[in-house]
């Protein structure tokens, strides 16, 4: 089993900056893919960005350019720099791990809520 802690988060204005942190414990030798994930009242829960163990990261296409994952796979954690952020950046984001394999175990964090607003 994995736990996930999310930190950061909170209320930023239009254009500003904001970084989320999330550390993973339990099994973490069982992880693979580490990321972000978002979801806005009344839609889908959608892709931030994930970023492998080997350092290989995706991108949702609406944050490229504008976040930046990062992970240390000493202390099991992994970042998320927001700039220039929008309103409709506005959501719960969740923190997600990935094991391997064809079926991998799926992890959730509790999700830490950012809200854009001036």
């Known amino acids: 089993q994995v736990q996930l802690v999310e930190s950061g988060g909170g209320l930023v204005q239009p254009g500003g900056s904001l970084s989320l942190s999330c550390a993973a414990s339990?099994?973490?030798?069982?992880?693979?893919?580490m990321g972000w994930y978002r979801q806005a009242p009344g839609k889908q829960r959608e892709l931030v960005a994930t970023v492998t163990r080997g350092d290989t990261t995706k991108y949702g296409d609406s944050v490229k350019g504008r976040f930046t994952i990062s992970r240390d796979n000493a202390k099991n954690t992994v970042y998320l720099q927001m700039s220039n952020l929008k309103p409709e950046d506005t959501a719960l984001y969740y923190c997600?791990?990935?094991?391997?394999?064809?079926?991998?175990?799926?992890?959730w964090g509790q999700g830490t809520q950012v809200t854009v607003s001036s």
């Open positions: 997600n791990a990935e094991g391997w394999g064809t079926a991998p175990d799926n992890y």
């Open positions: 339990g099994n973490t030798l069982s992880i693979n893919v």
